[in-house]
């Protein structure tokens, strides 16, 4: 005698749920929606800034464009001070801190990259 699957697996009642949604939404809605449930979790696991907190990187992102717009215009030499001094004023703001690092690294590694450049250049010899 033939057994059906219904009668030779053990189902619970999370299976046919399971089942019945699979049946009733389309594959691409149920994704759509445990993506959604997934973020929202992750948003009740982030910290949140304070207000004060808010203020603050506000604050640094008004001064961080100062020193962005000086690099733009080339003036790197300004930039660089501009960022040194965002570096020490909000250490107590470590994303600020570390923005600010990181401009500094990316102005001294272009300065350094130049320089070498310039020092294995060769002199092209006739002959």
Same mark, same amino acid.
């Given at each position: ?10 189902? *619970?009642?999370?299976t046919?749920? /399971? ?9 691409? #809605?149920?994704?759509?929606?445990t ?6 979790? /992750? ?6 800034l304070?207000?004060?907190e !808010?203020?603050?990187?506000?604050e #640094?992102?008004k001064?961080f ?5 000086l !690099?733009?215009? *080339?003036?790197? =030499? ?5 960022y040194q =001094? ?5 250490? +107590?703001?470590? !994303? *600020? ?5 990181? !401009?500094i690294r990316q102005l001294?590694g272009? =300065? +350094? ?13 006739? *002959?």
């Amino acid at each position: 005698m033939a057994k059906t699957i219904l009668k030779k697996e053990d189902w *619970g009642g999370l299976t046919i749920i /399971a089942l019945l949604a699979a049946y009733a939404f389309p594959p691409y #809605f149920i994704y759509l929606m445990t993506m959604a449930a997934l973020t929202e979790f /992750a948003h009740l696991w982030t910290t949140k800034l304070s207000r004060e907190e !808010q203020e603050k990187f506000i604050e #640094f992102e008004k001064e961080f464009r100062k020193g962005y717009k000086l !690099q733009k215009e *080339g003036k790197t =030499k300004e930039a660089l001070a501009w960022y040194q =001094k965002l570096e020490k004023r909000y250490t +107590n703001l470590p !994303q *600020g801190a570390k923005l600010a690092t990181l !401009q500094i690294r990316q102005l001294t590694g272009k =300065k +350094n990259e130049m320089a070498s450049k310039k020092a294995t250049k060769k002199p092209r010899g006739r *002959g």
